[in-house]
């Protein structure tokens, strides 16, 4: 059923609240995170010289002490951004030492020269000095020939956090790039391995229909060719998405054995049991259908008897678990190897798609024939998380609200 868009807004309000712009919030706490150190910084400072002058004698109220000291500091946090925009245009790089060298002394020596006499004006409008006789231009030159060389040095110091950080930047970015490379590669890998399951899944299929031709039974050779066509319409429905729905890739199986079911008439029983919170669960698209076709081939197919092929689906420890079973005369050495297409071929995607958070067994069946456990991740498809969430909003719309 289409949502309103008035549901669709709620229920994207609910899972997808809008944050605020990343790049934004990262200058919010750059600019946070600057102040609070410069802070911390002025503190400790301050805490020394109030209790440099209690040794000395000369006590003074530290809410005094914090005038003194603390506005010099925020004048650094306001220059800090020019610094790191410096570090950021003109990095100290291979090849580049000597001119830009120079460039950052000469900007270092203006900035501190800038805090000095910032620094200076404030200190002289707020709490002058008590020495009588003594002009500004000769209180600025005292604490020019006094703090220059230190000024530089905080300078230089904040021109290396800024060139450190553009440093972790890059690497994260180059690191970010080749994940993403990476990841295109595995699609690109994934996208083949599909494509390679489809011409020998149509061969198959094609190959049951001129069978049945041969034979002249029209009208199941019509059934069947129906029933492929309705196969190949899901299979480019589903042609984008590597992973989808249990319960889309079940009914994809289930209209694959309707075909093999008019091809083997009474030789073939099919049971499907899957418990209903596996049905949203998200499996590897096309990869449960050459797992059947194995139990149809090597069960159906040999066995002299009529078969039954069990699909089962549950959630067991954290994972999906699937089992294929059949009731043939039992899997072949080859079949085992994995050597067929089929199994080959799951095993390549599941790699590639879980690493080694999976498990794609072929064994022997405790009653004959064969079994095929799968175990999966068990991860659900958005579309139905957020089809739950609507449900609830639309039973209690104002159950978010306080």
């Known amino acids: 059923m289409a949502l309103s868009r008035r549901e669709s807004r709620a229920a994207g309000a609910i899972l997808w609240p809008e944050p605020m712009k990343p790049s934004a919030l990262r200058t919010s706490r750059l600019l946070l995170g600057v102040v609070a150190l410069w802070s911390l910084v002025g503190l400790l400072d301050t805490g020394q010289l109030y209790f440099s002058l209690e040794w000395q004698g000369r006590p003074e109220p530290f809410w005094r002490c914090v005038q003194w000291v603390l506005p010099e500091y925020w004048i650094w946090?306001?220059?800090?951004?020019?610094?790191?925009?410096?570090?950021?245009?003109?990095?100290?790089?291979?090849?580049?030492?000597?001119?830009r060298g120079a460039l950052h002394l000469a900007a270092g020596g203006a900035i501190a020269a800038f805090h000095l006499f910032?620094?200076?004006?404030?200190?002289?409008?707020?709490d002058p000095p008590r020495t009588p006789g003594l002009t500004y231009g000769a209180y600025y030159l005292r604490g020019f020939f006094r703090w220059f060389l230190v000024e530089n040095l905080f300078y230089?110091?904040?021109?290396?956090?800024?060139?450190?950080?553009?440093?972790?930047?890059?690497?994260?970015?180059?690191?970010?790039?080749?994940?993403?490379?990476?990841?295109?590669?595995?699609?690109?890998?994934?996208?083949?391995?599909?494509?390679?399951?489809?011409?020998?899944?149509?061969?198959?299929?094609?190959?049951?229909?001129?069978?049945?031709?041969?034979?002249?039974d029209d009208q199941a050779a019509v059934r069947m060719i129906a029933g492929l066509s309705d196969l190949l319409r899901l299979a480019l429905d589903s042609a984008g998405a590597h992973e989808?729905?249990?319960?889309?890739?079940?009914?994809?199986?289930?209209?694959?054995?309707?075909?093999?079911?008019?091809?083997?008439?009474?030789?073939?029983?099919?049971?499907?049991?899957?418990?209903?919170?596996?049905?949203?669960?998200?499996v590897p698209n096309m990869l449960l259908q050459p797992l059947v076709e194995n139990a149809v081939r090597h069960g159906v197919v040999r066995a002299p008897f009529s078969s039954?092929?069990?699909?089962?689906?549950?959630r067991l420890e954290g994972k999906l678990e699937i089992r294929i079973r059949d009731t043939g005369p039992g899997p072949q050495a080859s079949v085992v190897s994995g050597s067929g297409v089929g199994l080959r071929n799951a095993r390549?995607?599941?790699?590639?798609?879980?690493?080694?958070?999976?498990?794609?067994?072929?064994?022997?069946?405790?009653?004959?024939?064969?079994?095929?456990?799968?175990?999966?991740?068990?991860?659900?498809?958005?579309?139905?998380?957020a089809q739950e969430v609507l449900h609830d909003y639309r039973e209690n719309p104002h159950s978010g609200r306080g």
């Not at 994934?190 to 229909?209: D, G, K, S, Y």
């Not at 049971?271 to 998200?282: F, H, I, Q, R, S």
């Open 118 to 126: 910032a620094a200076t004006s404030l200190m002289w409008a707020v």
């Open 308 to 314: 039954k092929i069990t699909i089962q689906a549950q």
């Open 244 to 282: 989808v729905p249990l319960r889309q890739e079940i009914d994809f199986v289930e209209r694959y054995l309707a075909i093999e079911q008019i091809r083997f008439r009474d030789r073939l029983e099919v049971a499907v049991t899957l418990a209903p919170e596996t049905l949203d669960a998200l």
């Open 348 to 385: 390549e995607r599941l790699s590639r798609l879980y690493g080694t958070e999976h498990e794609l067994r072929l064994e022997p069946g405790s009653a004959g024939g064969a079994l095929v456990i799968l175990r999966l991740p068990f991860r659900r498809d958005p579309a139905a998380t």
């Open 77 to 99: 946090a306001a220059l800090t951004p020019l610094i790191l925009t410096l570090s950021r245009r003109f990095p100290l790089e291979r090849g580049t030492w000597l001119r």
């Open 156 to 216: 230089w110091a904040v021109l290396g956090a800024g060139t450190a950080w553009e440093y972790a930047k890059r690497v994260r970015e180059r690191e970010l790039r080749a994940s993403q490379l990476e990841s295109q590669l595995v699609q690109a890998q994934l996208q083949a391995l599909r494509m390679q399951l489809q011409p020998h899944f149509l061969f198959n299929t094609l190959h049951a229909v001129s069978v049945l031709v041969r034979k002249g």
